[in-house]
């Protein structure tokens, strides 16, 4: 009987080691697609029941060929924005009305700055109201768009970061200016969807342009509208910053 008992155990064993090998074949499956970018970041860590870890992000040099700007002015507008731990919760996407049509025009936000941003005069419906065609080049690849349907208009401070550097004590009024600002065209930005997708609500800390030649353009835009709307931005975001500006500085050397 010891002998048939015995023996009934061990197809068990095998089932359970031939279990544990797919379920690892699978999470080293899972982790290379999410390394390639074609599963989202945390997809291991949630398929083990674990609470998912941004990976750190490192801050990519400023390559000799980087497009320049004004670093003192730059550090002059840094030096006005506070550094303080940032409120990261309550923000919800419906307390910051957006796309809003433009006063006296049956265009939304949206049209307005697809209009303002492309490279030579659109094409409008029958009516007036939306854009059809148009030429735009991404500033944070170079790409180059022809289909509206392609692109976002970005908010080069996200909405929810406005919301977590000091927008959360904004009025309902004052939040609907900065998600439509056309008056100043660094706020909304004109990006291919993919980019703004992988963009989401990172700062300089965790996101920057894909193409390194805008880094110094980026984030002297990023710094000017956080000043301008007198939001704050934490510990991680100024290092971040005063990195790239760093690199901006011996760039922009004779």
């Not at 080293?28 to 390639?36: D, S, T």
């Not at 550090?75 to 433009?102: C, F, I």
């Not at 080049?137 to 908010?155: A, C, N, V």
């Not at 200016?177 to 700062?203: E, H, M, Q």
């Amino acid at each position: 009987m010891q002998r048939w008992g015995s023996g009934n155990r061990r197809p068990r064993r095998r089932l359970s080691l031939g279990a544990a090998l797919v379920a690892l074949a699978l999470l080293g499956g899972a982790a290379l697609l999410e390394r390639l970018d074609l599963l989202p970041d945390g997809t291991v860590e949630r398929l083990l029941g674990q609470e998912p870890k941004r990976p750190a992000y490192r801050v990519p040099p400023v390559p000799p060929d980087a497009v320049r700007v004004d670093v003192a002015q730059v550090e002059g507008w840094l030096a006005r924005v506070p550094v303080v731990a940032e409120k990261q919760k309550g923000y919800r996407r419906e307390d910051w009305p957006h796309w809003n049509e433009v006063p006296g025009s049956c265009r939304d936000t949206r049209a307005a700055v697809l209009i303002r941003d492309s490279l030579e005069p659109v094409q409008l419906s029958s009516d007036g109201c939306r854009v059809i065609r148009g030429r735009w080049r991404d500033p944070y690849t170079g790409e180059e768009f022809r289909d509206p349907k392609e692109l976002d208009i970005d908010h080069r401070v996200a909405l929810d970061e406005a919301h977590d550097s000091g927008g959360h004590a904004w009025s309902r009024e004052r939040r609907t200016a900065f998600a439509n600002d056309l008056s100043d065209r660094r706020t909304l930005v004109t990006v291919a969807s993919a980019v703004n997708r992988a963009k989401g609500s990172k700062g300089p800390d965790a996101w920057l342009p894909p193409d390194h030649t805008q880094l110094c353009r980026y984030v002297a835009d990023w710094v000017a509208v956080k000043l301008r709307w007198e939001l704050a931005m934490d510990t991680k975001e100024r290092a971040a910053v005063d990195k790239v500006l760093e690199g901006c500085r011996k760039v922009s050397k004779p």
